[in-house]
Nanobody, 128 residues
């Protein structure tokens, strides 16, 4: 099992940038794919981006391509963190953002059922 704690959410104006983080503990970081999802009230949780266990490959939802970047730092000193850098933010990016850990290091799942461990979420609000 992996414990995940998100941070860095907040309020930002449209066109601005924000970086959210996910600190992990438990299993060795390179043993699992990490993903970011987001959710707004009344809608299903939506895939944003995923990164392989060793960081060598990434995958993005269409809306995230060119604006968002997922990265990971597997050093113990940074709590094996995963980051989501979000640029050119839009009001429709407003959501609770969740990080998630899969049970394996290579398949970049794009649905929630590919991930077994979830953080508590961090709110991102983009004002117009």
């Amino acid at each position: 099992q992996v414990q995940l704690v998100e941070s860095g959410g907040g309020l930002v104006q449209a066109g601005g940038s924000l970086r959210i983080s996910c600190a992990t503990s438990g299993r060795a970081a390179t043993n699992y794919v990490m993903g970011w999802f987001r959710q707004v009230p009344g809608k299903e949780r939506e895939f944003v981006a995923a990164i392989m266990g060793d960081g060598s490959r990434t995958y993005y939802a269409d809306f995230a391509k060119g604006r968002f970047t997922i990265a990971r730092d597997v050093r113990v000193s940074t709590k094996n963190s995963v980051y989501l850098q979000m640029n050119s933010l839009k009001p429709e990016d407003t959501a609770v953002y969740y990080c998630a850990a899969a049970g394996q290091p290579t398949t970049l799942y794009r649905t929630t059922d590919g991930y077994g461990d979830w953080g508590q979420g961090t709110q991102v609000t983009v004002s117009s």
